[in-house]
């Protein structure tokens, strides 16, 4: 018999699996899955337990309340960049996309101020028409941006069909920022007025 309390400690305190509370205990799984239920301790979803086994050491983010006007501005901005530019779809990070820089350091910005999410833990893409060389515009955004060519995923290349006036608009290409966080991602899309 396993105590309510060492389970409950084990697993709601120290957030364990019940695969880890089982080899801890020296005992089977299922007897560690028919104890929780006897005890009637909330189990955690299959999408939590993942989340905690890719974040063991708890949310890779802080929220932190403006206390500045400074950092309303940022806040407002940011909410409202993710609210016009940013992709609610994806449902499991944060995802924004433009071509221009000043917006896409304001909203890195606004994840590094307001949820100290580190810059070195972005990803990013880029989306280039055939037109535009790949190189200059990976170097126009790493030295804008002050990141690193190893955070870029594989540049996508679309076919350009004529010239027009994208090329004033998008010379170094398309660049999203991506932040792979669900938990982030919905404590945002909850912050957009709806």
Not at 102 to 121: G, T, Y
Request: hydrophobic share 35%; charged share 25%.
């Amino acid at each position: 018999m396993i105590g309510k309390d060492k389970l409950t400690h084990l697993y709601v305190k120290k957030k364990k699996s019940m695969q880890e509370i089982a080899v801890f205990c020296d005992c089977s799984l299922h007897k560690i899955q028919y104890w929780i239920n006897k005890y009637n301790i909330k189990t955690r979803s299959i999408s939590e337990a993942v989340y905690l086994k890719n974040n063991p050491n708890g949310d890779p983010f802080v929220f932190k309340k403006p206390k500045t006007l400074e950092e309303a501005k940022l806040y407002g901005l940011g909410v409202g960049l993710y609210w016009g530019e940013g992709t609610k779809a994806d449902k499991g990070s944060v995802r924004l996309g433009n071509t221009d820089p000043e917006l896409i350091k304001n909203f890195i910005n606004f994840l590094m101020d307001i949820f100290s999410v580190k810059k070195e833990d972005m990803k990013f893409g880029l989306q280039l028409f055939t037109d535009i060389n790949k190189q200059e515009a990976m170097d126009f955004w790493v030295k804008s941006l002050k990141i690193k060519h190893s955070q870029f995923y594989n540049v996508i290349t679309t076919k350009s069909r004529s010239i027009g006036t994208y090329r004033k608009k998008s010379k170094y290409g398309v660049l999203t920022v991506y932040y792979h966080n669900k938990k982030l991602r919905d404590l945002i899309v909850g912050l957009l007025p709806m």
